[in-house]
């Protein structure tokens, strides 16, 4: 996800007080934004993971050392994550997903104030 992307989520939950709130709007692209959100969080969460895989790991390696490593790692971490969702991931996507999606169910079904 990229970081605009996320502050808009960010946003949208906080202004609404409802996480399901980026999926208002239901039916099949509702259940399209659930999924892509699922697995942006997904490739969030592995992008963590692999950042701090890399930590401590100094030396030449293939970007040669020096002061911009850090940002060429974490693109590098960045698509490693996006890969690793592409491929179907270790599996929190389709949980988020569900979770979503239950949410997004019991919404509907409660009594609108």
């Given at each position: 996800m990229t970081p605009p992307a996320?502050?808009?989520?960010?946003?949208t939950v906080a202004r609404n007080s409802d996480p399901t709130a980026v999926l208002w709007g239901a039916g099949a692209s509702g259940n399209t934004r659930a999924k892509h959100a699922a697995q942006d969080f997904e490739a969030v969460f592995l992008n963590?993971?692999?950042?701090h895989m890399f930590t401590g790991i100094?030396?030449?390696?293939?970007f040669g050392g020096g002061v911009g490593v850090s940002i060429w790692r974490s693109?590098?971490?960045e698509q490693y994550a996006k890969?690793?969702?592409?491929?179907g991931g270790v599996?929190?996507?389709?949980?988020?997903?569900?979770?979503l999606l239950?949410?997004?169910e019991a919404h509907a079904r409660a009594p609108q104030a």
């Open positions: 996320a502050a808009l989520v960010a946003q963590q993971m692999f950042q100094e030396g030449e390696g293939p693109f590098l971490t890969n690793f969702v592409k491929a599996g929190i996507a389709a949980q988020v997903y569900q979770s239950s949410h997004q």
